[in-house]
Structure formats: structure tokens, C-alpha cells
């Protein structure tokens, strides 16, 4: 009503202005919502007058009951408004992407709750006036936009699939909770602080993987056919040998290029270029080339060290050395306990050209004392045999002395 609030009055009022300063007019006192079902906005109406109006902060919205800002949302406060507005779609008052449906009148249970559920769009999507909408043309006003795969609840739950379970990591697999799978966060990547169009997949720099973003927002996962992803050009084309070659070539101008590269190494399957670690701490004196712990090799598809096994059934090693003794490994030898690898090859057993299983420790003998596990030639475990027993290569397994005995004199 005061021309210096609202200027540009009509003969509808002054609607604009009654967003931001409800009226109290036939309004009783006190703390009075709009007639949004969940609203950020409270005003304070004395004898019809508005005298102080709150606005929650974005992802909060006012809790009539506890009459406080909150982004908390609980049952009591949904039930109440889908009493208010049943058998409809309600925007969910925090997330942008969620709503709320609101279930018809005669689904209300024998204790007289009514039933709700909460629903969320598929990535990207927004809720916004009714509709799962574009995330271009959608609304949010008070609630938190979501922008990455994972601030959706649908994309952060595990694959179905158990061979995607992986053990020691965040979230659980529905289908075997002895299992965790792969954190959300490496299974999508995300377009926050990229630049719109095609671009390197993050922490994959130089590999056949990039993607699509737009406003931020990862719009699709792909992957070059016969070559690497360019990301000075972003687009595909570019020759892995050609990148490496420019690594080791000089490695220290090339890793101010690109810090956060991860090359694998020309000829070392377990070897690589980590140009976010210090250059004076590679190693063999080479900068910023580092080893995999054995028995682990590089992954030169996902850039990460990993199982030898992985590796093997994946990226592979193509033509590059594999080490698989403990003494190939730079961490083990040369070193304060080996001085020189020939040492290290005299003390510490060996799975080379053995098959798969389990052999005397050392093999080649007729009993041990104890034996190893063999895997594609490494050594995954060893184990004395209790006292009293020695291990029997014919057999392949411990047997007591008295046994061998026994057999020796018949």
C-alpha cells in the first residue's frame, strides 16, 4: 500500500511486492506462510499488519511446527501439507530434482497418516511447476540445484550387477551386503568447473575416455575408438606412444604442462609418469616416475595402480616387461635390507616358471619345511607347515614326519 515499496502498482495490485512482503490482511497473528505448500518465506502479522517478515536460506524452508528455519525434513511436515494438497505432485522444499506425490484420500492408513512417497528425476532433470524439467528451463527459487551425477540419491546407489561390487569401499551393494561397490564418485565424473562441450575424463588425462558437459553438468560418458582424447584440442585423435615419447623426453616441462597427468611408462608395466608428485622423488633418478607395490601393475586405461589380475583381463601389458618377482619391484631392491637384487633373489622365494597352485618353498625339492602360493608366476603367500610336518611336493601339502617315515621304509 506504500508507494515507495511498491512503485509500479496496478489496478491487479502489486504483485511483485507481495512475494517478497506477504499481506496480513484477514490474517490472524503471529507467524502466517504463504500459500505455498513449503515456503522459505514467514511473515509476522500483528492486528493485519505485516511487522517483520524471515527468509530461510537457500535449501531451507520454515518448519511451522518447530517454527524454525530448517533442512531437515520430516514426516509430520508432509503429511500436513499433502493433507492440504492430496493426490498431487508437491516440489520437494530442499532438492530441486525431488517431489513429493502426494497419495489420493482413501489411502490414508488405519491410524489415519496420510501416505506420501518421494521421487526423484532421472540426471539432469529438475522438478519444477509439476514436471520433471531441463535443468535449462527449470525453476528451483529457494531450493538447492543440484549440478553432479552424484547429488542424485538414484545414481549414487550401487549397481545391481555383484560383479561390480568391489570390497573396501563407501557404499554398499544391495545385492551383497558382505560387499561395497565403487564409490559414485569414480563411477560418474564430474563437469564441475569445465568448460561446456567435450572434455579429458578427470583424472584420466591422455586416455581414449572424455566427456560431455554442459553448465556443469555431465551429460554423457564417452570414449575415442582408435586413440587418446586430446586435451589441448578436445577431440580425438591423438597417439598414445606420440604422448609418451613427449614425456620421457622431458619429463619435468611436461608435467608443468599438464600436473595432473598419469602416463604409463614406455617399456615397465608396474612403471609410470605421476606429474602431481615432486620431480626429485622419482624414481632411478628419473623425474616423477614412480612403481606400483608389487604385485601390483598400471592400469593404462583407468590410470591407477591395481591387481595384477585386473590389470591382466583389462588394459593388459601388450609387449611391456611384467616384473613378478619381489626383487623387480625398486621398492624392495636395491635397498637397505638388499643391497644389490642378486641378494634379494638368493633370500626371498620365487613363483617363476611354476604353475598355478601351491609348491614347495623353495620349489624344486621334495619336502620343505614350508611352501607358497603361485600366481601367474608370483608369489601371493607362504606358510610354514605346523611342527612335526614338512611339506610334500608330490602331494601338495603338509604330512607328518612320521608318515614320510613310514613310506620311505616300505
Same mark, same amino acid.
Given at each position: @500500500?506504500?508507494?515507495?515499496?511498491?512503485?509500479?502498482?496496478?489496478?491487479?495490485?502489486?504483485?511483485?511486492?507481495?512475494?517478497?512482503?506477504?499481506? $496480513?490482511?484477514?490474517?490472524?497473528?503471529?507467524?502466517?506462510?504463504?500459500?505455498?505448500?513449503?515456503?522459505?518465506?514467514?511473515?509476522?502479522?500483528?492486528?493485519?499488519?505485516? *511487522?517483520?517478515?524471515?527468509?530461510?536460506?537457500?535449501?531451507?524452508?520454515?518448519?511451522?511446527?518447530?517454527?524454525?528455519?530448517?533442512?531437515?525434513?520430516?514426516?509430520?511436515?508432509?503429511?500436513?501439507?499433502?493433507?492440504?494438497?492430496?493426490?498431487?505432485?508437491?516440489?520437494?522444499?530442499?532438492?530441486?530434482?525431488?517431489?513429493?506425490?502426494?497419495?489420493?484420500? &482413501?489411502?490414508?492408513?488405519?491410524?489415519?497418516?496420510?501416505?506420501?512417497?518421494?521421487?526423484? %528425476?532421472?540426471?539432469?532433470?529438475?522438478?519444477?511447476?509439476?514436471? $520433471?524439467?531441463?535443468?535449462?528451463?527449470?525453476?528451483?527459487?529457494?531450493?538447492?540445484?543440484?549440478?553432479?551425477?552424484?547429488?542424485?540419491?538414484?545414481?549414487?546407489?550401487?549397481?545391481?550387477?555383484?560383479?561390480?561390487?568391489?570390497?573396501?569401499?563407501?557404499?554398499?551393494?544391495?545385492?551383497?551386503?558382505?560387499?561395497?561397490?565403487?564409490?559414485? !564418485?569414480?563411477?560418474?565424473?564430474?563437469?564441475?568447473?569445465?568448460? &561446456?562441450?567435450? *572434455?579429458?575424463?578427470?583424472?584420466?588425462?591422455?586416455?581414449? @575416455?572424455?566427456?560431455?558437459?554442459?553448465?556443469?553438468?555431465?551429460?554423457?560418458?564417452?570414449?575415442?575408438?582408435?586413440?587418446?582424447?586430446?586435451?589441448?584440442?578436445?577431440?580425438?585423435?591423438?597417439?598414445?606412444?606420440?604422448?609418451?615419447?613427449?614425456?620421457?623426453?622431458?619429463?619435468?616441462?611436461?608435467?608443468?604442462?599438464?600436473?595432473?597427468?598419469?602416463?604409463?611408462?614406455?617399456?615397465?608395466?608396474?612403471?609410470?609418469?605421476?606429474?602431481?608428485?615432486?620431480?626429485?622423488?622419482?624414481?632411478?633418478?628419473?623425474?616423477?616416475?614412480?612403481? $606400483?607395490?608389487?604385485?601390483?601393475?598400471? &592400469?593404462?586405461?583407468?590410470?591407477?595402480?591395481?591387481?595384477?589380475? !585386473?590389470?591382466?583381463?583389462?588394459?593388459?601389458?601388450?609387449?611391456?616387461?611384467?616384473?613378478?618377482?619381489?626383487?623387480?619391484?625398486?621398492?624392495?631392491?636395491?635397498?637397505?635390507?638388499?643391497?644389490?637384487?642378486? @641378494?634379494?633373489?638368493?633370500?626371498?622365494?620365487?613363483?617363476?616358471?611354476? *604353475?598355478?597352485?601351491?609348491?614347495?618353498?623353495?620349489?624344486?625339492?621334495?619336502?620343505?619345511?614350508?611352501?607358497?602360493?603361485?600366481?601367474?608366476?608370483?608369489?601371493?603367500?607362504?606358510?610354514? $607347515?605346523?611342527?612335526?610336518? *614338512?611339506?610334500? !611336493?608330490?602331494?601338495?601339502? %603338509?604330512?607328518?614326519?612320521?608318515?614320510?617315515?613310514?613310506?620311505?621304509?616300505?
Amino acid at each position: @500500500d506504500y508507494q515507495k515499496i511498491c512503485s509500479n502498482k496496478t489496478s491487479n495490485g502489486c504483485p511483485t511486492c507481495l512475494k517478497t512482503y506477504p499481506s $496480513c490482511i484477514n490474517k490472524p497473528n503471529g507467524a502466517v506462510l504463504s500459500n505455498e505448500s513449503f515456503s522459505n518465506t514467514v511473515v509476522y502479522c500483528v492486528n493485519g499488519r505485516a *511487522v517483520n517478515v524471515t527468509t530461510c536460506a537457500i535449501g531451507q524452508f520454515y518448519d511451522h511446527i518447530q517454527r524454525i528455519c530448517t533442512s531437515v525434513l520430516n514426516n509430520d511436515i508432509v503429511r500436513f501439507a499433502c493433507k492440504q494438497r492430496p493426490n498431487q505432485l508437491l516440489p520437494h522444499p530442499i532438492h530441486c530434482a525431488r517431489y513429493i506425490r502426494c497419495l489420493p484420500s &482413501n489411502n490414508i492408513g488405519s491410524s489415519g497418516n496420510i501416505s506420501f512417497t518421494i521421487g526423484e %528425476c532421472p540426471y539432469p532433470l529438475l522438478f519444477s511447476d509439476g514436471l $520433471c524439467r531441463n535443468y535449462t528451463s527449470a525453476k528451483c527459487g529457494h531450493r538447492r540445484e543440484p549440478i553432479t551425477p552424484c547429488e542424485y540419491e538414484e545414481l549414487r546407489k550401487c549397481p545391481r550387477n555383484g560383479s561390480q561390487c568391489l570390497e573396501d569401499s563407501s557404499n554398499t551393494c544391495p545385492d551383497k551386503h558382505e560387499y561395497t561397490c565403487t564409490p559414485c !564418485e569414480q563411477r560418474y565424473p564430474t563437469c564441475i568447473g569445465s568448460p &561446456n562441450g567435450f *572434455v579429458p575424463y578427470p583424472n584420466r588425462l591422455f586416455t581414449s @575416455d572424455f566427456v560431455s558437459c554442459d553448465q556443469q553438468r555431465t551429460l554423457s560418458i564417452l570414449k575415442c575408438a582408435q586413440s587418446i582424447f586430446d586435451p589441448d584440442a578436445r577431440r580425438c585423435g591423438l597417439r598414445l606412444d606420440t604422448v609418451i615419447t613427449e614425456a620421457q623426453r622431458n619429463t619435468v616441462n611436461f608435467c608443468k604442462k599438464y600436473p595432473r597427468a598419469m602416463i604409463p611408462h614406455a617399456t615397465h608395466c608396474a612403471r609410470f609418469y605421476n606429474c602431481s608428485a615432486p620431480a626429485d622423488e622419482g624414481i632411478s633418478g628419473v623425474s616423477h616416475l614412480q612403481e $606400483c607395490a608389487h604385485p601390483q601393475l598400471f &592400469n593404462s586405461d583407468l590410470r591407477v595402480c591395481q591387481n595384477f589380475i !585386473e590389470v591382466l583381463n583389462t588394459a593388459g601389458c601388450g609387449k611391456k616387461f611384467q616384473p613378478k618377482h619381489y626383487c623387480d619391484y625398486t621398492s624392495i631392491c636395491p635397498s637397505q635390507r638388499f643391497p644389490t637384487c642378486t @641378494d634379494c633373489r638368493k633370500i626371498l622365494p620365487s613363483c617363476e616358471r611354476q *604353475v598355478n597352485g601351491i609348491h614347495g618353498n623353495p620349489p624344486g625339492k621334495g619336502t620343505t619345511k614350508g611352501f607358497m602360493y603361485c600366481v601367474e608366476g608370483r608369489v601371493l603367500a607362504t606358510s610354514l $607347515c605346523a611342527a612335526g610336518s *614338512v611339506f610334500q !611336493e608330490s602331494v601338495r601339502a %603338509c604330512v607328518s614326519r612320521s608318515t614320510i617315515a613310514r613310506q620311505e621304509s616300505g
